[in-house]
């Protein structure tokens, strides 16, 4: 493991003596962590799996080349800060770019995980409670968050500070947590939406087609944005001044952040902060109480039509390798 790998688990099992509590092995929590910490070292993250399945080489740092993408996107956030000339416009564009990058990034390098079944073939069989199990996967899931999180939001966090003073280190760190639960429930509802749509045999191909759309999505980004900031008279845009902009997520959070950090609050003030806190808690109880059983029902189908495709009858076969023959003789 890496150092932040080191870091992470070291905070999480801080909470070992309430662990203990809820009869929770703190060993074999470890152990799990420390296992899985370890295979996502050497898991291709989602920009590195079309590279990595030419040059078939061993990773073992994927971890921090994933935190570099991320903290290269940070910066590119950043951008945001030369639009308008107030923390509420500046702070609506960081949180629209941080809330999509992060569920897109979560849906394209997390699926694997997410939708690996392996931990209830090799870790149920063995004398493990059911608590210690969850919690292995619920602690695994908030580590790797934190890591995608930690250095998408820190460029724009000194970027605050420098702007703004201190005082923005608190509200800003409360709001981009509250859009990290918002961004959880984003891509909970992406995924079901996929499953109502598809088959879950066919899960895991159209995550592959988002990635491909992502990956495109990203580096036209890069090439068209810049030149759209350099063409339009955008300098001294206010948002609050825009028809409708109550009614968008990302200004909730800038505008509580701008109000705690100023310490002002009027009528739209307070509306925008009830709305930034209430509505990634009320997400998050969704989440657990309606989204999560329908996705592990779901997540069961997949594990059982994946079984079911490992083993082809014959017959099928045949009649495959006779359609690939037809094809080349054909091209």
């Given at each position: 493991m890496n150092f932040f790998d080191k870091f992470f688990l070291k905070l999480f099992l801080y909470t070992s003596p309430l662990l203990q509590k809820l009869e929770i092995d703190i060993d074999q929590l470890k152990a799990i962590l420390v296992a899985k910490l370890t295979m996502d070292n050497r898991r291709p993250a989602a920009f590195q799996q079309m590279r990595q399945s030419k040059e078939k080489k061993e990773i073992n740092s994927a971890t921090l080349k994933t935190m570099f993408v991320s903290l290269i996107?940070?910066?590119?956030?950043?951008?945001?800060?030369?639009?308008?000339?107030?923390?509420?416009?500046?702070?609506?564009?960081?949180?629209?770019?941080?809330?999509?990058?992060?569920?897109?990034?979560l849906i394209t390098d997390f699926t694997s995980v997410l939708i690996d079944t392996?931990?209830?073939?090799?870790?149920?069989?063995?004398?493990?409670?059911?608590?210690?199990?969850?919690?292995?996967?619920?602690?695994?899931?908030?580590?790797?968050?934190?890591?995608?999180?930690?250095?998408?939001?820190?460029?724009?966090?000194?970027?605050?500070?420098v702007l703004y003073g201190p005082v923005t280190i608190v509200p800003f760190i409360l709001m981009t947590f509250f859009a990290t639960l918002l961004s959880i429930f984003l891509v909970n509802a992406v995924y079901l939406l996929i499953l109502q749509l598809v088959k879950p045999s066919k899960f895991q191909s159209v995550i592959s087609y988002f990635q491909i759309i992502f990956a495109v999505f990203i580096y036209g980004g890069y090439q068209l944005v810049p030149r759209m900031m350099e063409r339009a008279g955008i300098e001294h845009l206010r948002m609050s001044e825009i028809h409708h902009i109550g009614f968008l997520p990302p200004f909730w959070f800038a505008d509580a952040c701008n109000s705690l950090s100023t310490f002002t609050f009027n009528q739209g003030n307070i509306i925008n902060l009830f709305m930034s806190l209430g509505l990634p808690i009320m997400s998050i109880y969704v989440v657990v109480k309606y989204f999560a059983p329908a996705f592990n029902r779901n997540l069961s189908m997949i594990s059982s039509t994946s079984e079911e495709t490992k083993v082809k009858p014959a017959s099928t076969q045949s009649a495959a390798n006779f359609k690939m023959n037809w094809l080349e003789k054909l091209a």
């Open positions: 996107m940070g910066l590119f956030f950043l951008m945001g800060f030369a639009i308008g000339d107030d923390m509420t416009t500046k702070l609506t564009i960081f949180f629209s770019m941080f809330i999509f990058m992060l569920a897109a990034t392996r931990d209830n073939l090799i870790i149920l069989p063995k004398p493990v409670s059911d608590a210690t199990f969850v919690t292995s996967r619920l602690m695994h899931i908030a580590i790797h968050i934190n890591k995608l999180l930690l250095p998408l939001a820190l460029p724009a966090l000194i970027a605050l500070i």
